[in-house]
């Protein structure tokens, strides 16, 4: 696991090469958190190109793994962040055809099987996780590429001539050419879905490159991008296979089966490795498969909150007793966490608002004390239909069916009429045990669910923030930097369920989830790996009919049957709690201070970004208690808070 970037200035830029080694060392050092253990530069002055590399040593400790590196042929020269899980059986491949190495790390084996195969015949070969840059010194070309599901991130863009790139954007804010503008179309999606959507980035002109695809950039400037695995065909392949599905026996017997080969590779490491245990069903899967395949015991990792409701620890230690794992659990005080609110702009360089980053952050820490490489349970959700939106959109949308448009539509505006103060009053009449909080809050999204015209309408309304015609953003609030979440159709992919399913994992899950699991565990120089995303399990995933995804109102059900098999049921069986901290109790408690000082309304101004008036009502409603405003307000304030950090740096340069 590392970190890359580097520069083509297409016109030169007109340094020999040691100048060139120091730009780029400059810009390898600003994400130099994701390699600790040492940097690495490449330049030719000639046409330049310039490579860097921060380097966190898992495979091939030794100077034979160092980065960048160069073909044999003296063609090539690479540079790469990830792993590859099958890199023995290419390594046999290329042996056959003559090939020698020098060294035992994957990096050595991309980097010739690219050279003798070409990046379009490698990349369906490989096993892992992988963003990479590629320079052909022959053709003058740099293809860039990212792995099928977006585990490891890459950022690119073309200024004045110069083509940057970089596995976070501060990667290239020491380039002189970098300009940075604020996509405000970005901001004002990342204010509903808590994170900027790819492809685009909060930056104009500086984008995320698509998971599954590779991009090859010519002396010209032109571009030629290409698909190598997409989600939407591999969803309409998978529901065809459908017509001959396999007994509940045997799907059980091939997910195992599939998972435990998948775990088996992730614990190929020359580092200590241990896994994320939260205790419920994807991070007990993969730490009982651990304990399957592992030689030894497993070291197992989980964070608990001293705040009724919030912890889930006892759960996971007893998970790891069951299965007798080295086990080691942090309870964390409300203060620690909060401590690391200042510091979240620092390692999310793009405003990020999923509060789950918070104790990813604290587990990742944990972690690194005792281990290089962790395991994580990250994907269950989105493969096998785990989320409550699940359920509750498959509810919403049948009952939806039977009433015609007009009445839903009438329905809405009744419950949206009266204010929220009649609805929370209303409430009081019902006893205490039976009062749903947040009253208001309820139905006001009920209403807005109400007028969902399509599926895709429906899950908008369910995964965001707030509705769009709210979205406080100067000067921007078009849809279209969200639009892909919603937009993306497969042949064949019609049920409402595969059609949720299909949105989360093109959007949500990389853009939020594995955008949130590798800037925390980077952060801290730690290497998560996520099994369940092998991409063969993907494929098999999308292959099982609904009655094996959701059964008897719970979802994941084939994949609670493997976990089951290692794992007593009444140790996971549980209503599902998420991976959060109770922001919403925070931010009128000991955060007010820090929310007053964001949302002044005179410093909002003057930034011109969000307006503060319909802000200031919402904090004011959430104060109070009359409203639970902290959907909205945790991305305003994470917004805010990231463009305090910046703004005064190289990263708005240029404006």
Same mark, same amino acid.
């Given at each position: 696991?590392?970190?890359?970037?580097?520069?083509?200035?297409?016109?030169?830029?007109?340094?020999?090469?040691?100048?060139?080694?120091?730009?780029?060392?400059?810009?390898?050092?600003?994400?130099?958190?994701?390699?600790?253990?040492?940097?690495?530069?490449?330049?030719?002055?000639?046409?330049?190109?310039?490579?860097?590399?921060?380097?966190?040593?898992?495979?091939?400790?030794?100077?034979?793994?160092?980065?960048?590196?160069?073909?044999?042929?003296?063609?090539?020269?690479?540079?790469?962040?990830?792993?590859?899980?099958?890199?023995?059986?290419?390594?046999?491949?290329?042996?056959?055809? $003559?090939?020698?190495?020098?060294? @035992?790390?994957?990096?050595?084996?991309? !980097? *010739? +099987?690219? &050279?003798?195969? #070409? /990046?379009? %015949?490698?990349?369906?070969?490989?096993?892992?996780?992988?963003?990479?840059?590629?320079?052909?010194?022959?053709?003058?070309?740099?293809?860039?590429?990212?792995?099928?599901?977006?585990?490891?991130?890459?950022?690119?863009?073309?200024?004045?001539?110069?083509?940057?790139?970089?596995?976070?954007?501060?990667?290239?804010?020491?380039?002189?050419?970098?300009?940075?503008?604020?996509?405000?179309?970005?901001?004002?999606?990342?204010?509903?879905?808590?994170?900027?959507?790819?492809?685009?980035?909060?930056?104009?002109?500086?984008?995320?490159?698509?998971?599954?695809?590779?991009?090859?950039? $010519?002396?010209?400037?032109?571009? @030629?991008?290409?698909?190598?695995?997409? !989600? *939407? +065909?591999? &969803?309409?392949? #998978? /529901?065809? %296979?459908?017509?001959?599905?396999?007994?509940?026996?045997?799907?059980?017997?091939?997910?195992?089966?599939?998972?435990?080969?998948?775990?088996?590779?992730?614990?190929?490491?020359?580092?200590?490795?241990?896994?994320?245990?939260?205790?419920?069903?994807?991070?007990?899967?993969?730490?009982?498969?651990?304990?399957?395949?592992?030689?030894?015991?497993?070291?197992?990792?989980?964070?608990?909150?001293?705040?009724?409701?919030?912890?889930?620890?006892?759960?996971?230690?007893?998970?790891?007793?069951?299965?007798?794992?080295?086990?080691?659990?942090?309870?964390?005080?409300?203060?620690?966490?909060?401590?690391?609110?200042?510091?979240?702009?620092?390692?999310?360089?793009?405003?990020? +608002?999923?509060?789950?980053?918070?104790?990813?952050?604290?587990?990742?820490?944990?972690?690194?004390?005792?281990?290089?490489?962790?395991?994580?349970?990250?994907?269950?959700?989105?493969?096998?239909?785990?989320?409550?939106?699940?359920?509750?959109?498959?509810?919403?949308?049948?009952?939806?069916?039977?009433?015609?448009?007009?009445?839903?539509?009438?329905?809405?505006?009744?419950?949206?009429?009266?204010?929220?103060?009649?609805?929370?009053?209303?409430?009081?009449?019902?006893?205490?045990?039976?009062?749903?909080?947040?009253?208001?809050?309820?139905?006001?999204?009920?209403?807005?669910?109400?007028?969902?015209?399509?599926?895709?309408?429906?899950?908008?309304?369910?995964?965001?923030?707030?509705?769009?015609?709210?979205?406080?953003?100067?000067?921007?609030?078009?849809?279209?930097?969200?639009?892909?979440?919603?937009?993306?159709?497969?042949?064949?992919?019609?049920?409402?369920?595969?059609?949720?399913?299909?949105?989360?994992?093109?959007?949500?899950?990389?853009?939020?989830?594995?955008?949130?699991?590798?800037?925390?565990?980077?952060?801290?120089?730690?290497?998560?790996?996520?099994?369940?995303?092998?991409?063969?399990?993907?494929?098999?995933?999308?292959?099982?009919?609904?009655?094996?995804?959701?059964?008897?109102?719970?979802?994941?059900?084939?994949?609670?049957?493997?976990?089951?098999?290692?794992?007593?049921?009444?140790?996971?069986?549980?209503?599902?709690?998420?991976?959060?901290?109770?922001?919403?109790?925070?931010?009128?408690?000991?955060?007010?201070?820090?929310?007053?000082?964001?949302?002044?309304?005179?410093?909002?101004?003057?930034?011109?970004?969000?307006?503060?008036?319909?802000?200031?009502?919402?904090?004011?409603?959430?104060?109070?208690?009359?409203?639970?405003?902290?959907?909205?307000?945790?991305?305003?304030?994470?917004?805010?808070?990231?463009?305090?950090?910046?703004?005064?740096?190289?990263?708005?340069?240029?404006?």
């Amino acid at each position: 696991m590392c970190g890359i970037t580097g520069y083509w200035a297409r016109r030169g830029d007109g340094l020999d090469k040691a100048a060139m080694t120091t730009r780029v060392l400059d810009m390898a050092d600003a994400i130099g958190h994701r390699g600790p253990d040492g940097a690495g530069a490449w330049a030719d002055p000639t046409v330049g190109v310039a490579l860097g590399h921060r380097r966190l040593s898992i495979i091939d400790l030794s100077t034979n793994g160092d980065q960048p590196m160069v073909s044999r042929s003296g063609r090539f020269a690479l540079v790469y962040n990830g792993e590859i899980y099958n890199a023995a059986e290419i390594r046999s491949e290329l042996e056959a055809h $003559g090939l020698s190495f020098r060294g @035992h790390s994957d990096t050595e084996i991309l !980097l *010739e +099987a690219c &050279a003798l195969w #070409g /990046v379009a %015949a490698t990349l369906p070969k490989l096993i892992g996780m992988f963003a990479f840059a590629l320079w052909d010194g022959v053709e003058r070309r740099m293809t860039l590429a990212r792995d099928r599901l977006g585990i490891k991130p890459l950022y690119w863009g073309d200024f004045d001539g110069t083509l940057l790139f970089g596995s976070q954007p501060k990667a290239l804010f020491p380039h002189p050419n970098w300009r940075g503008s604020i996509d405000r179309d970005a901001l004002a999606a990342m204010l509903r879905l808590s994170c900027v959507p790819s492809p685009r980035s909060i930056y104009k002109g500086l984008e995320q490159l698509a998971p599954g695809t590779f991009v090859t950039i $010519g002396q010209d400037g032109a571009r @030629h991008r290409e698909v190598f695995w997409s !989600l *939407e +065909a591999v &969803a309409a392949t #998978g /529901v065809s %296979a459908r017509a001959a599905p396999l007994s509940d026996a045997e799907a059980t017997d091939r997910l195992e089966a599939l998972l435990t080969d998948a775990v088996e590779r992730r614990l190929i490491s020359d580092v200590p490795l241990g896994a994320f245990l939260s205790g419920g069903v994807d991070s007990s899967t993969v730490v009982a498969l651990m304990g399957k395949v592992a030689k030894g015991s497993v070291k197992t990792f989980s964070i608990g909150f001293d705040e009724a409701g919030w912890d889930e620890s006892a759960h996971a230690q007893a998970v790891a007793d069951h299965l007798g794992t080295d086990h080691h659990a942090l309870t964390v005080s409300s203060e620690d966490a909060r401590a690391l609110i200042p510091d979240l702009p620092l390692w999310y360089d793009e405003p990020f +608002a999923d509060s789950s980053q918070i104790p990813t952050l604290l587990v990742s820490r944990l972690a690194r004390g005792e281990v290089t490489v962790s395991l994580s349970g990250d994907g269950g959700d989105e493969l096998f239909a785990g989320y409550n939106r699940h359920f509750l959109g498959q509810r919403l949308w049948s009952l939806s069916e039977r009433i015609p448009s007009p009445l839903r539509q009438l329905a809405a505006a009744g419950l949206s009429a009266p204010p929220p103060a009649l609805w929370n009053g209303l409430a009081q009449l019902l006893p205490p045990g039976k009062r749903p909080p947040q009253p208001a809050d309820k139905v006001a999204k009920v209403a807005r669910l109400l007028r969902a015209e399509t599926p895709e309408a429906l899950y908008r309304d369910l995964v965001g923030a707030l509705p769009s015609s709210e979205v406080p953003v100067v000067g921007g609030g078009s849809r279209a930097a969200e639009d892909r979440w919603y937009a993306a159709r497969a042949e064949g992919v019609d049920g409402f369920v595969d059609r949720m399913r299909l949105l989360d994992a093109l959007g949500y899950l990389p853009d939020d989830i594995l955008a949130k699991v590798d800037r925390a565990s980077m952060a801290v120089g730690l290497e998560a790996r996520v099994p369940i995303l092998d991409h063969r399990v993907v494929e098999f995933a999308w292959s099982l009919p609904e009655h094996q995804l959701m059964r008897a109102g719970q979802g994941k059900w084939l994949l609670r049957q493997v976990l089951y098999r290692h794992v007593p049921k009444a140790l996971i069986e549980r209503p599902k709690m998420g991976f959060g901290v109770p922001v919403g109790a925070w931010l009128r408690g000991p955060l007010k201070d820090w929310v007053e000082d964001l949302l002044d309304p005179v410093d909002m101004t003057a930034q011109g970004l969000i307006d503060p008036t319909p802000v200031r009502v919402w904090w004011a409603d959430h104060l109070s208690g009359r409203r639970d405003w902290r959907d909205r307000l945790w991305p305003i304030l994470m917004a805010l808070a990231w463009h305090r950090h910046w703004r005064e740096t190289d990263a708005f340069r240029g404006i």
